[in-house]
């Protein structure tokens, strides 16, 4: 069956309503009790969205109050809570929930199945989400104050927190439970409904990545669920897991921590991968160099991703051959990483390209994430780690590899298939404006953290000498205009949902291959009723 | 698309990404603000400094040339230039290159950076000892050898300064935030061992101008060690998230030459029975 026939097939199930159709009437019926991917897609979209912006505001006050040298707005164990709450936020409430949200629209779409496999528990695993997080914002209006340890939670220090540790606990619990109920969902969803023809090695890149991504999630969130319990225990009920007066280990807190910790980076990044995997092609007009070595990277970043965990605590004082282990291990990482750079380039190499949103933000995702991995390169090497350890340095890494990185792949995949999502495009000038404001001030803000870094400025702190001043307030003028821009971004996705008036075709772009859009735009509620035959040439990949 | 025009158009790309690299690495220090890794003063410092520069090279030699390649295609192949768009997907010579000369390029990094490292953990045979204990939010030393211990607090000047809305501009303070009551006074030309720990939560200490920071973990002691060259006041901060005063416990190490270390030690020793005496008094 050729691509159109499918299309026609769809249609004709579409057009006599009793297949595809029949959404639940009621607004908790069909918010709140909903078993369809599409909708609880779309929660956890709106929900990451929320966070990015509430996550965002904290970092605007860490801005404000870096501005400039001295102490101006807020007192430092309230800046300690905002950092350590942004990051908790942006972490497991904007970007780990926007993966699950798009996985819930696409997956089931990109290999032909109506449905994701689990349905009720996929209602749950996201309405777990807004009670933990509202557990974990309640904590910063206790009189005990929110977590102000840092994201990481090393003991003892996350120990001197008060009653409400115990909330965040609970609320970190509960991200775990979700994460892997949607971990187990997507990968129940690819192993079972794949329609015929979709082979595994003929899978999009999205669909692979986030499958890889999935064991990672239920490889490690239970290793945090363990960490964070043993915390408890040491907070609440003495125990001495973590307490060196009690015979315990605080470093072993960090082993534990990071064995969770580095996967967990790789989770926020590949499924961008796979969405990048996903875009060039569409927009350069040719299929995705090296399909299989892009499978092959990915896991191999996977499978490297568990052995490298001590580099993140280098500094704690390891034997030298412990060191040198995770060192080389690291050093490794790049390889696999670096073939998937060369393979976007050489994907986009003798294309036909036009620059469309999507497009903007994947080329900027490739530029700014190679910086980021760049940067990650220097820090592996131990010696030199010394000295960048806990510095701007490594602030600025991590954030090139999250916010141009991860986020930038968010954006891009939200431009590429919102008019899918909708069935109307979004406004293109306005998308470029977003784009072009957000990749100009993202360096601004993030570039000069560099400097800072190697110049000595450690990271966490509320004030610093004067020494600093001139590149954290060229940083926090980023900060602002970056952050503001996003408000652009959310009136876009608001546009297009709600008063676009131009509809989008099913394919919407010249270029676009993959089953997805073979469906209408909109696509039905059931998205594959009968399941599509899956040809060669319906794929993004050509051989 | 011609070949020539390939070339000429990829020469001009590669100006464009040198003058871009230029102006985010070596602009910015134009402005007389320090942006780089210290060399420092001790063959340490000077080693990983080292390290620092060959890497930041190679990522950025690389990183040109993945740049100059993708906005050579940018420029060239695109659909408004009626480029019309090849078929070809895959190349194992390409992939089997491009995972080879990598590993190649990291096989050269490691090579240094095993050096630094094995010398960087060889702490054998140092002639005194200094123990470094950390605490909220303060730093505690002890010459084992000498019998002298102090603690060392951020000067007070900094600490009537970064009060929430104190109105002392920070500029005016000496060595804002940077500057302590009691500096740890060491000897230069002598190699010196640090035990390292701390009494409550983690901490790390850190002066950059001595090449590394090492964690002071309560239950644990950690070693580390300098041989510092020349003569001089170095200052650095904790490093670990340590509770709300982490951004105020500053270090302070003043490198003395070795008689006027002596002298220094001498003078303590001599304080030190003095106040002794003082307190049998009382």
């Known amino acids: ?543 | 698309m011609k070949k020539e025009n390939t070339i000429i158009v990829a020469l001009a790309v590669l100006a464009a990404v040198i003058a871009a690299t230029w102006l985010i690495l070596v602009a910015p220090s134009l402005t007389g603000n320090e942006i780089n890794m210290t060399k420092g003063v001790t063959q340490q410092s000077a080693d990983h400094f080292d390290l620092h520069m060959i890497v930041l090279w190679i990522c950025v030699v690389i990183g040109i040339g993945v740049f100059t390649v993708m906005f050579t295609s940018i420029v060239l192949h695109r659909k408004s230039r009626g480029h019309k768009a090849a078929k070809f997907s895959h190349s194992t010579k390409a992939e089997i290159i491009w995972t080879i000369i990598p590993v190649l390029i990291l096989v050269v990094m490691a090579v240094p950076a095993t050096t630094a490292l094995v010398r960087m953990e060889d702490s054998s045979g140092a002639e005194m000892t200094v123990k470094i204990t950390g605490f909220q939010w303060r730093w505690k030393y002890e010459y084992l050898d000498q019998d002298i211990s102090f603690i060392s607090s951020l000067a007070s000047s900094s600490n009537a300064a970064r009060q929430l809305n104190s109105g002392v501009v920070p500029e005016s303070v000496d060595n804002y935030l940077l500057d302590v009551d009691h500096p740890l006074v060491l000897p230069v030309g002598r190699k010196i061992k640090f035990l390292i720990t701390a009494d409550d939560v983690i901490h790390s200490w850190w002066v950059p101008a001595l090449g590394w920071k090492r964690d002071a973990i309560p239950g644990f002691v950690n070693e580390a060690w300098t041989n510092i060259e020349k003569p001089g006041t170095y200052r650095g901060q904790c490093a670990e998230l340590c509770g709300k005063d982490h951004g105020f416990m500053p270090i302070v190490v003043i490198a003395l030459a070795e008689d006027e270390f002596e002298s220094w030690v001498s003078e303590q020793l001599a304080g030190k029975t003095q106040s002794d005496q003082q307190v049998t008094v009382r």
Request: hydrophobic residues 55%.
């Open chain 1, 1 to 543: 069956m050729t691509t159109e026939a499918i299309h026609q097939d769809v249609n004709e199930a579409h057009d006599d309503h009793d297949h595809g159709d029949h959404k639940p009437t009621g607004f908790l019926d069909r918010w709140l009790f909903t078993t369809n991917h599409k909708d609880i897609g779309t929660l956890y979209l709106i929900f990451s969205l929320t966070m990015f912006l509430i996550g965002g505001a904290m970092a605007m006050v860490i801005r404000a109050e870096l501005f400039m040298p001295g102490l101006q707005l807020v007192e430092p164990d309230f800046f300690n809570q905002m950092t350590t709450m942004h990051a908790l936020i942006m972490v497991f409430g904007a970007v780990m929930p926007a993966w699950v949200g798009f996985a819930n629209w696409l997956v089931p779409m990109m290999i032909g199945a109506p449905d994701m496999a689990l349905p009720r528990m996929n209602n749950w695993s996201f309405w777990i989400l807004p009670f933990a997080f509202t557990m974990l914002l309640s904590t910063l209006f206790m009189d005990s104050g929110g977590p102000a340890a840092g994201w990481t939670l090393y003991p003892p220090l996350v120990l001197q927190t008060g009653t409400s540790f115990a909330f965040v606990v609970f609320a970190v619990h509960m991200m775990g439970v979700s994460s892997i109920m949607g971990s187990i969902n997507i990968i129940a969803t690819i192993f079972n409904m794949r329609a015929p023809g979709m082979r595994l090695l003929r899978m999009p890149m999205f669909v692979w990545t986030w499958l890889i991504t999935a064991f990672l999630l239920i490889a490690v969130m239970p290793v945090l669920a363990g960490a964070v319990t043993m915390l408890l225990t040491d907070h609440f009920f003495s125990t001495n897991f973590f307490n060196a007066a009690g015979g315990g280990d605080p470093v072993m807190f960090q082993h534990i921590f990071w064995f969770f910790g580095h996967p967990e980076v790789y989770i926020m990044i590949l499924p961008a991968f796979g969405v990048i995997s996903e875009i060039l092609p569409t927009f350069s007009r040719k299929p995705l160099f090296g399909y299989a070595s892009m499978v092959y990277a990915t896991a191999t970043i996977a499978f490297l991703s568990f052995i490298v965990w001590a580099h993140h605590m280098f500094t704690v004082g390891m034997p030298l051959q412990a060191e040198l282990f995770f060192m080389y291990a690291t050093m490794l990482i790049s390889v696999p990483t670096g073939v998937k750079v060369f393979n976007w380039v050489s994907t986009m190499w003798q294309g036909s390209m036009t620059f469309e949103t999507p497009m903007l933000f994947a080329i900027g995702f490739v530029v700014l994430f190679t910086i980021g991995g760049l940067s990650g390169l220097m820090l592996a090497i131990t010696a030199a780690d010394f000295q960048y350890h806990d510095t701007y340095f490594v602030v600025a890494h991590f954030h090139y590899v999250l916010v141009p990185g991860a986020v930038f792949a968010l954006m891009a995949a939200t431009y590429y298939w919102l008019p899918k999502f909708t069935g109307n495009m979004y406004s293109e000038k306005w998308g470029k404006i977003h784009f072009w404001l957000s990749a100009i001030f993202v360096n601004v803000l993030f570039f000069p953290q560099h400097y800072l870094g190697l110049a000595g400025m450690p990271r966490r702190i509320p004030d610093y000498s004067p020494q600093f001043a001139d590149f954290n307030m060229i940083s926090s003028i980023g900060g602002f205009a970056f952050g503001a821009t996003q408000l652009i971004f959310v009136g876009i996705v608001w546009h297009c949902a709600f008063r676009s008036k131009v509809k989008a075709t099913p394919e919407v772009w010249e270029g676009s291959r993959g089953l997805e859009w073979t469906l209408d735009s909109p696509p039905a509620y059931h998205s594959f009723n009968t399941p599509p035959e899956v040809t060669c040439n319906a794929l993004s990949r050509a051989d």
